[in-house]
């Protein structure tokens, strides 16, 4: 596929080029850009639902405002491939989400039209609101527009961001991006009409005008303020952002732009805190989308004329460990009524649809609110429930207090179902569940799993539940090694790891997903493996004796080495004046790229071949020392 099939779109190479062609042209570019957008994406794979849907407001956007240094903040990131395509990316497009190509989400280093680096959700107010004082500080007369998603807005630092934008009277345009089909009605002749009057110049200056006047009589001000609300509220739903100060406007068809661009001039022009409500549908223009959006968000090459299919019906695949877990927690809810599921708005991500049918009142997603989701559960917690939170690596970084002060501290019976944990692969850093071996077991009570198969999390997971206090299970993204899983919640004695090979000298403690590239390494080097299982607590009594019998202790994990589970195994040997050489191989002191899951840990050295390779550059250094040693010792001698 080329951009010259697409004659519009091949004359833009950047919004200036764009805000060249007449009004009446931009229809046509509509068009092309939601074409060029279904072709490359099925093509290449990627987010294609959400960026199906935004097409219009897209390009109204960079036709009124003058991008880039008027400032565009995008939230999540998902509905920004046509704005890759309008800002000089698109013959790159083809290229994202894999080894050097484009970001997945917009990134400054990328384009100076991705003005705030994104990956999870509800930053983007709190992210403009900062530019627009920042442009306030220095004199600036630039515009700021914030653009959120409704299910972004669920998000507590969204209503932070709202209320101190309110506060200080900012000049800053909040676009609320609704496609919950729930509010189509309130999309109409009657209502689009209200909106460009409401946004007109002639409201707001009565409007303003108003204000002082009845500044001078306060009673009649309230009284007029308290009309004005009625008034609008029977039409439109904005009486909540009016309370934080914002002047509402909406909402209107996102895909009408004869409506959109006039609004948005109107809003352009206007100063102040103020929210335009827009209504889009995921998938717009591509009927599948459209019907199923869940299904369309992420996809993989596909073609558009048959739609992505329902399955090939090859050989059965290992489970993945997500689906590992959506079976355990089915399992575990038909055996105890007390077991109940938390998801922070990653039902299908996490393996819970079918827990979710099957225990409707047993399933609680509260939305993307992974602070509210810990603490729910640590409630639940206290009156005898048995809440299992399931959570991305990367997500749970957001509720870090919660997890310290309504969990830990209680010693609260929480079991915390870490899915995405170490390199993710395509998401790239921001989904990159790099952190939590380090960030979890510093905190006291808690009890963490890394399995290195789909049966071990499985057992893992019915564990956590026999566990008094809180307890992690962290797993990777993908499929397991094909091991058949329990019949039973069978589970794992704690802190006990296994010996898997037995060598000479050489000793691999392996933690979770490191565990075969350990074993085929060590076959290579006719090294002892350990499979740890458990990060907290250490099976101590395994490495004693590994490290009485071995020459060198090797700790792999995938998760970074600064604090990781190999710190804690030299912190034991430390406290135990057990003085044999470490070799800690894990994540570096550094954010690796977006791209495949198996090239990023070929990058890490994570792989079987760089596991060996770092063990004998180890071996080689150490024989240089010993014979640096010996001839010293040789001259002194003399």
């Known amino acids: 596929m080329s951009r010259s099939d697409f004659p519009l779109l091949a004359g833009i190479d950047s919004p200036s080029d764009l805000r060249d062609l007449p009004e009446q042209r931009l229809p046509a570019v509509v068009d092309e850009l939601r074409g060029y957008l279904l072709e490359s994406v099925s093509q290449s794979g990627g987010h294609l639902g959400a960026g199906l849907g935004t097409v219009e407001l897209t390009v109204a956007l960079h036709y009124i405002l003058n991008t880039p240094d008027d400032r565009i903040v995008w939230d999540v990131g998902h509905q920004t491939y046509p704005h890759k395509i309008l800002t ?26 991705d003005t705030f680096g994104v990956g999870h959700s509800s930053t983007s107010i709190s992210a403009a609101l900062g530019m627009a004082l920042a442009a306030e500080q220095s004199g600036s007369r630039r515009k700021v527009v914030a653009v959120i998603g409704d299910g972004a807005l669920t998000a507590g630092m969204a209503f932070e961001a709202l209320d101190h934008a309110g506060d200080v009277d900012a000049d800053l345009l909040v676009i609320l991006n609704d496609n919950e089909m729930s509010i189509s009605p309130n999309v109409g002749a009657l209502s689009s009409h209200l909106t460009r009057l409401l946004s007109g110049p002639l409201y707001n200056s009565l409007r303003e005008g108003s204000k002082w006047m009845l500044d001078q009589v306060p009673p009649v001000k309230e009284l007029a303020r308290r009309a004005e609300e009625h008034v609008k509220g029977m039409a439109v739903p904005g009486t909540l952002f009016e309370e934080l100060n914002f002047n509402y406007y909406g909402p209107v068809d996102g895909h009408d732009l004869p409506t959109l661009l006039p609004v948005l001039r109107n809003l352009v022009r206007q100063r102040g805190p103020r929210l335009l409500h ?139 179902a870490i899915d995405r944990a170490g390199l993710v692969g395509p998401d790239g850093p921001t989904h990159a569940g790099s952190f939590d071996l380090s960030y979890l077991r510093c905190i006291p009570n808690m009890t963490i799993m890394a399995p290195a198969d789909e049966a071990e999390c499985y057992r893992m997971l019915s564990t956590g539940l026999e566990i008094k206090g809180p307890s992690a299970v962290r797993y990777p993204r993908g499929n397991g090694m094909g091991e058949a899983l329990p019949d039973g919640l069978e589970t794992l004695p704690v802190g006990r790891g296994e010996l898997r090979s037995e060598g000479r000298e050489i000793a691999i403690l392996a933690f979770g997903s490191m565990l075969q590239p350990a074993l085929e390494a060590a076959e290579e080097l006719d090294a002892t493996v350990a499979n740890m299982r458990f990060v907290k607590p250490l099976d ?21 080495v600064a604090g990781g589970a190999g710190s804690g195994v030299l912190e034991f040997l430390q406290a135990e004046h057990l003085t044999v050489p470490v070799l800690q191989l894990g994540l570096e002191d550094e954010y690796l790229p977006h791209g495949s899951r198996e090239a990023l840990l070929a990058e890490a050295g994570l792989d079987a071949a760089g596991i060996a390779a770092a063990i004998r550059k180890r071996l080689a250094g150490t024989a240089k020392r010993d014979r640096l040693r010996s001839i010293d010792g040789g001259a002194g001698a003399s």
């Open 540 to 560: 101590t009594d395994l490495i004693r004796r590994l490290a009485e019998e071995h020459a060198l202790l090797v700790t792999v994990e995938e998760n970074a």
């Open 278 to 416: 827009v209504v889009t549908r995921k998938g717009k223009g591509y009927a599948p989308a459209e019907a199923d959006p869940v299904k369309y968000h992420g996809v993989s090459p596909f073609d558009p004329a048959k739609g992505i299919a329902a399955g090939s019906g090859g050989a059965k695949k290992a489970m993945s460990y997500s689906a590992v877990f959506g079976r355990w927690l089915c399992d575990a809810a038909s055996a105890d009524a007390r077991v109940v599921g938390i998801t922070p708005a990653m039902r299908e991500g996490s393996g819970m649809v079918e827990y979710a049918e099957r225990f409707p009142e047993r399933y609680f997603d509260v939305g993307i609110a992974e602070q509210h989701s810990v603490t729910l559960a640590a409630g639940m917690a206290c009156d005898g429930l048995r809440p299992v939170v399931a959570i991305y690596s990367t997500f749970l970084q957001r509720a870090y207090d919660q997890l310290i002060h309504d969990v830990a501290i209680q010693n609260l019976p929480v079991v915390f």
């Open 88 to 113: 000089g990316r698109a013959d790159r497009l083809g290229t994202i989400r894999k080894d050097g190509g484009l970001a997945p989400f917009p990134k400054r280093e990328e384009s100076p039209y």
